[in-house]
């Protein structure tokens, strides 16, 4: 039996939803899970005793829009990469989010399969990594947004047909492309891409087979076409109108704003080389989404944390900076923390596993050396991970993660 005892935490359950004072508690670990909680913890037999001294423990983080097999670059530097290539630097990705506390994550659109490859390596044994809830093949239109890395379909059959593709190669996920987006010069982020005929025949097809379903959507009649046609989660929701917004509670779709890849866009993109066209757009569309979004959470919006890290500007390792942005637009670091823990674990149909730090739950664990209550930045300052009761730490000394850009958020 694998068994430890961590002494002398200072407790983050996230398992109370008003967030009361994180408790100095001991947390007990046996074959991957969590046994007990609570003061002076009996040690089982043969367990390890670790005395955290009062560092925080937290429930580990959930990245729930994050790319792993692109690796932040430039589309056409992405492009150039082999196949090769493309999954060793996905098995790198992996494992600096593991590293930064990191401890699942959804990846609702990869390169030919690799994230269901990078998944099954993860669970085998063979790599280190989060766990992973993998997409497979993001589905678009003809030319439409991702079509670089995506599976094209036009009219219900073929979407149809791109889902069973979807369900074949064993995708946990399926994702839809709803409108446009930020990655080719002269795209329209609020053009309408599948049709509500197609999203529907698509979502049907994958509820038949048991799979959720994400939406990349930016305009309102993209996230109301989602919507109606049952998705489970939408992707970036910039432009929630008022109607769409109350469809959006009344269903109880959870909304995934991505806010740090566009805040990265916009403001490290032209030094980084993204086009002037796209950085421009990106500034335009951003007061839009931070305006419509404190509406839609005001409103009692489900939101859930994830970074799109991955796409241009956003490399791996990073939740950090989503959870100041969100902080920044009205969130409370605890409501911020919530996003990327239990409101995240609730969507992903995982909450029974993770999320939380209580006794039956996976021992997915974040040691800082910080209080990310009182700041969420101390999620940069990781001293150890669990995952699955396994310790990662990089050669005992803290994980210091690289600093965002200065947060200049207006609205």
């Known amino acids: 039996m694998n068994s430890m005892v961590l002494r002398n935490a200072t407790v983050i359950t996230m398992s109370d939803p008003l967030g009361s004072s994180p408790q100095v508690s001991d947390v007990t670990l046996e074959n991957g899970r ?5 003061p002076k913890s009996p040690v089982p037999i043969g367990a390890q005793v670790m005395d955290l001294g009062g560092k925080f423990l937290l429930p580990g983080l959930i990245d729930a829009h994050c790319h792993i097999t692109y690796s932040g670059g430039l589309i056409e530097e992405e492009l150039r990469l082999t196949p090769h290539e493309r999954v060793l630097r996905a098995s790198k990705n992996a494992f600096v989010t593991l590293l930064a506390g990191i401890t699942t994550i959804r990846d609702p659109g990869g390169v030919d399969h690799m994230d269901i490859a990078v998944r099954n390596m993860i669970n ?15 589905i678009t ?5 991702g079509w670089e890395y995506g599976l094209e379909a036009d009219g219900p059959d073929a979407v149809r047909r791109a ?9 946990d996920w399926v994702k839809f492309m709803a409108s446009g987006g930020f990655a080719d010069v002269g795209e329209d982020p609020g053009a309408v891409q599948l049709d509500p005929d197609e999203l529907t025949a698509g979502v049907n097809e994958a509820k038949k087979a048991g799979k959720r379903c994400a939406a990349h959507a930016h305009s309102a009649a993209a996230i109301k076409n989602a919507v109606v046609a049952e998705i489970d989660s939408v992707e970036h929701a910039t432009a929630m109108e008022d109607d769409v917004i109350e469809l959006i509670v009344a269903r109880g779709v959870h909304v995934v704003p991505t806010f740090s890849i566009y805040y990265k866009m916009k403001e490290t993109g032209a030094k980084r080389g993204l086009d002037s066209s796209i950085v421009d757009l990106t500034k335009h569309w951003w007061n839009v989404k931070v305006d419509r979004f404190v509406k839609a959470y005001r409103a009692g919006v489900k939101v859930v944390a994830g970074t799109d890290n991955g796409s241009p500007m956003a490399t791996h390792g990073d939740l950090t900076t989503e959870l100041e942005v969100l902080v920044e637009v009205g969130l409370t670091p605890y409501e911020a923390l919530k996003a990327a823990t239990t409101t995240s674990a609730q969507m992903l149909g995982l909450e029974q596993e993770i999320g939380t730090i209580e006794s039956g739950k996976c021992a997915d664990l974040v040691v800082l050396s910080e209080d990310p209550t009182k700041n969420v930045a101390a999620t940069r300052m990781v001293e150890k991970v669990f995952r699955n009761g396994q310790l990662y730490e990089l050669g ?3 994980i210091t993660l690289p600093a965002a850009p200065p947060m200049r958020i207006v609205y």
């Open 34 to 38: 969590i046994t007990g909680v609570g």
């Open 124 to 138: 085998r044994g063979f790599l280190y990594g989060p766990r992973v809830l993998a997409g497979g093949q993001m």
């Open 141 to 145: 239109i003809t030319g439409g947004h």
């Open 163 to 171: 889902v069973r593709e979807q369900i074949k190669a064993r995708s």
């Open 396 to 398: 005992g000394s803290t």
